[in-house]
T-cell receptor
Framework: GQQVMQIPQYQHVQEGEDFTTYCNSSTTLSNIQWYKQRPGGHPVFLIQLVKSGEVKKQKRLTFQFGEAKKNSSLHITATQTTDVGTYFC??????????????FGQGTILTVHP | GAVVSQHPSWVICKSGTSVKIECRSL??????MFWYRQFPKQSLMLMAT?????????EQGVEKDKFLINHASLTLSTLTVTSAHPEDSSFYIC????????FGPGTRLTVL
């Protein structure tokens, strides 16, 4: 079945350093989504990428979707303590009965030291 | 985006009892909702798809008789963990939406 792999599992950075998490799918994706889960909280939608090679920016966050639509990355420039949390990528399941179903990567737990 | 609530936010129960968790869509009519389970420091695992007015569909390996799902209206889905055991202790989260999913705040279940 479809697998979505995400690395690294953990990342500790000093405040102000950059951070990147990578996501790879075993299958071609129609789109890829990124979610952030704060400690003790629930996942919150960040962005969706649809087009091959797409790059989107949200302030200090840069999201990329690979040319083959099987991999993606999230890069945070100059991390802040408010960036702490777990970042998940998620890909939709293929198939007509699968609308809305997501397969999540394992997540990257980001810790930012002040 | 949609606003989703869950009740209770946490529950502690004894082994062998049943626990009902509610997921409500406050501003969106959802014919489909999803139930996930998340163990500490792990990813979200889809358990089942809740379908309004029809049976839920369960992911492989999820016991439908243990995790009863009812989706009686377009704004409410319930998950009942029957005969709960300590290994069922987890964070249960519902979601709804289309391509973009909106998650409830989650219910932390602890089974003693």
């Amino acid at each position: 079945g479809q697998q979505v792999m995400q690395i690294p599992q953990y990342q500790h950075v000093q405040e102000g350093e950059d951070f990147t998490t990578y996501c790879n799918s075993s299958t071609t994706l129609s789109n890829i989504q990124w979610y952030k889960q704060r400690p003790g909280g629930h996942p919150v939608f960040l962005i969706q990428l649809v087009k091959s090679g797409e790059v989107k920016k949200q302030k200090r966050l840069t999201f990329q979707f690979g040319e083959a639509k099987k991999n993606s990355s999230l890069h945070i420039t100059a991390t802040q303590t408010t960036d702490v949390g777990t970042y998940f990528c998620a890909g939709p399941r293929a198939g007509g009965t699968s609308y809305g179903k997501l397969t999540f990567g394992q997540g990257t737990i980001l810790t930012v030291h002040p | 985006g949609a606003v989703v609530s869950q009740h209770p936010s946490w529950v502690i129960c004894k082994s062998g009892t049943s626990v009902k968790i509610e997921c409500r869509s406050l501003d969106f009519q959802a014919t489909t909702m999803f139930w996930y389970r998340q163990f500490p420091k792990q990813s979200l695992m889809l358990m089942a798809t809740s379908n309004e007015g029809s049976k839920a569909t369960y992911e492989q390996g999820v016991e439908k008789d243990k995790f009863l799902i009812n989706h009686a209206s377009l704004t409410l889905s319930t998950l009942t963990v029957t005969s709960a055991h300590p290994e069922d202790s987890s964070f249960y989260i519902c979601s709804l939406g289309g391509n973009e999913q909106f998650f409830g705040p989650g219910t932390r279940l602890t089974v003693l």
